[in-house]
């Protein structure tokens, strides 16, 4: 058990940040929520998973909805309470042992810093993405067939809704349009879960990861280049490229924003291109038209100087980045996780493979 | 008839004269004064003894000034502001004030309050507005407050909340007392319209001296019949009674006046601009003579801020930059002998190594004695050249918005440094009373309307929507001392909204009129 402060706070977000691979939006005001929460009910405790005992009981707490919404119409700050009990008394637990966070990346990352602040509950060093993405089926709890519901939704006002649904993608549906009559954003408490369903399916160890990539990240008076090979060494991941955006091409189709982004190379890169095509998040990157990494592997960008998170709606023509690629949580790599997140679930003809591959090819042909 | 133009900066204060068809009479240069206030008097002393014009004839006096800027920064003059959101329940999660620098919630006494009111995204009530409550605060508030900053949720959509909460203040305070109301000043975005209209509360009394105290300044120079205006950072001004409304808007006004001044000189209206300084350059891009505005939340005395700011980056390198040589590498700046470079670059005798040395040695200027430089090695200098040409280009690289050749027109004291061409640029465009660029982009300014708001194409048709944009724009201009009958449309930005159920659409609406 530690404890996490305002500096643990900011780290975290940056790290969320740059493991949203391009999506969740701006976790600034996350960020805040979860400042002032601290501010007000001091620190928070966060359980390392083989802390927690097998049949305690946890919930996730996460808004769901429009970023555009979330940075006008922000939470009051007490309905995590209330959707807490409510969920709690529905399904006949009486205690609440801890939360921990849906997904890595956004707002998701810092809303159960807020819930454990205030109910003074311990936050569990999980998730149950180990990124993020889109979708609320896309979870590690799903592909181990842990239902989402019951579920419990609520809003600034006061509104609570309990669902209990027939599979998970109802859950996404319906919770979807309810947050809509709600003003287009609301709070969610789903798949409760005990300590033993942790053990097996969550994505651990995440909230601790995504400190340290903010730590590094954040670190000053440090050349980039040592930043860069400290931040891959921690996440195994590759650097792909080192380019300059020259072109983002976007388009809106069913509440995504889908696009692809071209870059032009620079330095170690020069004369060479990269193509990088998101939906929300980012999905595929091609160096030289060759596929270097697909999801649910990563794809992350990074401000080229400061090694920042590039947010997708933040891309535009000139910015210079990096182009970093990490392995996704080995739950991902099986059938069910490249069947619910792959390339073919988000309309792309390529067959999933792992990035260490695709590197090793391209390397390989190179030489 | 002649029009006097001031500007303001850190280090000078410039003051030009042109005639009624805009050419440049006079111009002269003072530094820039403690209390402002005489440095602009001395400017106005001068330049009217200098040119010996008949001051009756003088109808319009433009300022642009940092001071507002200053007293963020300095943390001076600042009144005591209470902040007052509609919107409770909502929000209570994230209070006025949060992530501000101490020192600053405590000059600006850090009073608020949440009440209840707001409105939803698609304009729907979020909570109904309670008079009484408002009441009740303002017994509490009296004396404790000089300036009162009212935000709304989703006031960009709908701001009638916001303007019954102004027309109860001016009721129970008086008709005098200044209030900022946030759908007039920034877009969405809660947390940074709010500190955007804070900070606009903040700055009434340094307005009311800086308009005051230019008035005298005028008035001692027996100039009485003059309009006057000061100058706002997109490149229009604002009358008087305005600017006490939104004081914020002069922000960053200097760098945009440079640039509009610049492109009035060249006569070109569509291009991006350099103004090299003497420690810092400025780029910045023009469309239709207007700066281009910065699309991300920029930072005011480290308060994260969203209102209108123009898109201009600044660099560490101007014709004072110091030149070093770091383990067999040659770098430019950061730092510069600034002021100083009379005497301390080489060519004026001094002893430290700038970028005016190496203009010089290479044979771009000819300023000070060249002989001073002659015993540099000219490989070395063109390898500092080099550098000095790859700082620019990265920069003008970065203001770009596409991969084609831009044109540049060049400016300021420092342009010397500059070579004859550079990567990414088509062509260069250089001439003489660049130095006071920024008193004639003063001068020349326009005035203008801006309205936001996001509608509902299903609901109100677009042709209705841009009509009612325009409509409200065209008011704030006419506010702002525009003449009705010269009022254009200059801009449309439509930003359909991705997450939006209905065909919602952010609509920004800018027009511009000549002085009346």
Not at chain 1, 138 to 149: E, K, Q
Not at chain 2, 133 to 155: C, H, M, N, P, Y
Not at chain 2, 327 to 352: M, Q
Request: aromatic fraction near 6%; charged fraction near 25%; hydrophobic fraction near 40%.
């Amino acid at each position: 058990m530690r404890y996490l402060d305002k500096e643990a706070i900011e780290h975290i977000a940056i790290g969320a940040a740059f493991l949203g691979t391009g999506g969740g939006g701006d976790p600034y005001i996350g960020k805040m929520m979860a400042l002032s929460a601290i501010e007000k009910n001091g620190p928070v405790k966060l359980y390392s998973v083989d802390e927690i005992e097998d049949e305690d009981f946890f919930i996730p707490a996460a808004m769901m909805g429009a970023p555009s919404v979330l940075v006008e119409k922000f939470p009051r700050g007490d309905e995590f309470v209330k959707v807490f009990q409510k969920l709690a008394k529905y399904i006949g637990k009486e205690k609440i042992t801890g939360t921990y966070p849906m997904e890595a990346g956004g707002v998701n990352s810092m809303i159960p810093i807020v819930v454990a602040a205030q109910l003074d509950i311990p936050l569990i060093d999980c998730d149950g993405m180990g990124r993020a993405f889109p979708e609320l089926q896309m979870v590690t709890f799903n592909l181990d067939g842990i239902s989402a519901t019951p579920m419990a939704i609520t809003d600034e006002k006061g509104n609570i809704g309990i669902f209990e649904t027939i599979d998970n993608k109802w859950t996404e549906r319906i919770a979807r349009s309810a947050t809509v009559e709600m003003g287009a954003s609301s709070l969610v408490s789903l798949y409760p879960t005990t300590g033993a369903q942790i053990k097996k399916s969550g994505v651990h160890h995440i909230i601790t990861l995504s400190e340290k990539i903010g730590e590094i990240i954040a670190s000053k008076n440090r050349n980039v280049k040592d930043k860069l090979h400290e931040l891959l060494q921690l996440v195994s991941g590759y650097e792909l490229f080192q380019g300059k955006i020259v072109d983002v091409i976007r388009e809106t189709k069913g509440g995504f924003n889908l696009g692809k982004m071209n870059l032009e190379g620079m330095e170690v890169n020069k004369n060479e291109n990269m193509k990088v095509h998101f939906q929300n998040e980012n999905l595929i990157a091609e160096k030289n038209d060759q596929v270097v990494a697909m999801t649910p592997d990563l794809i992350c960008l990074v401000d080229y100087e400061t090694l920042l998170p590039v947010t997708t709606e933040s891309l535009k023509y000139g910015k210079r980045v990096r182009v970093i690629g990490l392995p996704a949580h080995e739950k991902w790599r099986t059938d069910k996780g490249i069947e619910t997140a792959g390339p073919n679930y988000f309309g792309y003809d390529y067959d999933y493979a792992p990035i260490e591959e695709l590197v090793k090819k391209v390397v390989a042909e190179h030489v | 008839m002649y029009k006097i133009g001031i500007d303001v900066g850190g280090t000078n204060t410039d003051a030009i004269i042109l005639d009624e068809y805009s050419n440049l009479v006079h111009s002269v240069k003072t530094p820039t004064s403690v209390d402002i206030k005489t440095g602009i008097e001395t400017a106005l002393r001068n330049l009217l003894q200098e040119s010996n014009i008949d001051k009756t004839k003088i109808s319009h006096a433009m300022l642009g000034t940092t001071q507002c800027t200053n007293a963020i920064v300095e943390r001076k003059k600042l009144a005591k502001v209470g902040v007052i959101r509609l919107g409770y329940p909502a929000t209570a999660s994230v209070l006025p004030y949060t992530a501000w620098p101490k020192d600053m919630i405590e000059k600006l006494s850090g009073n608020y309050a949440l009440v209840h009111g707001g409105y939803e995204y698609d304009g729907q009530l979020l909570g109904e507005l309670d008079e009484a409550e408002i009441q009740t605060l303002l017994e509490d508030w009296r004396e404790k407050v000089d300036s009162i900053a009212i935000v709304g949720v989703f006031s960009s959509i709908k701001n009638d909340q916001e303007l019954r909460v102004r027309s109860i203040i001016q009721e129970v305070y008086g008709e005098k007392f200044p209030i900022s109301c946030s759908s007039l000043i920034g877009s969405v975005g809660l947390i940074e319209r709010e500190n955007a209209t804070i900070l606009n509360a903040a700055l009434c009394k340094v307005i009311e001296t800086t308009t005051t105290g230019f008035v005298h300044a005028l008035e001692g120079e027996g100039i009485f019949n003059a309009k006057v205006y000061l100058c706002q950072n997109d490149g229009t001004l604002m009358s008087i009674d305005y600017a006490k409304q939104f004081p914020i808007l002069t922000i960053a006004c200097g760098p945009t006046n440079s640039i509009r001044g610049a492109s009035y000189l060249a006569k070109i209206k569509d291009t991006m601009v350099l103004d090299v300084g003497g420690t810092t350059s400025d780029i910045g891009v023009l469309q239709d003579g207007f700066p281009r505005e910065s699309s991300v939340a920029v930072e005011v005395g480290d308060i994260r801020t969203n209102f209108r700011m123009p898109d201009i980056i600044s660099v560490g390198l101007g014709g004072g930059s110091i030149v070093r040589v770091n383990n067999g590498k040659i770098t430019v700046g950061p730092d510069s002998v600034g002021y100083k470079i009379s005497e301390e670059a080489l060519v004026f005798g001094g002893n430290t190594l700038t970028t005016t040395d190496i203009a010089v040695r290479l044979g771009l200027a000819n300023v000070g004695d060249r002989s001073l430089v002659a015993h540099i090695d000219e490989e070395f200098a063109k390898e500092a050249q080099l550098e000095i040409s790859f700082l620019i280009e990265q920069a003008i690289d970065k203001m770009k918005t596409s991969s084609e050749d831009t044109q540049l027109v060049l400016v300021g004291g420092g342009s010397i440094i500059v070579p004859d061409t550079l990567r990414g640029v088509s062509n260069i465009v250089k001439f003489e009373n660049g130095t006071v660029a920024n008193a004639i982009g003063a001068s020349i300014a326009q005035i203008s309307g801006q309205y936001e708001q996001i509608y509902i194409y299903s609901k109100e048709p677009r042709e209705i929507s841009l009509n009612d944009a325009q409509e409200k724009a065209v008011k704030q201009a006419v506010l702002a001392g525009a003449l009705a009958e010269t009022i254009e449309l200059v801009e449309v930005e439509e930003t359909p909204l991705a997450y939006h159920p209905e065909n919602a659409t952010r609509l920004k609406v800018k027009v511009v009129g000549k002085m009346g």
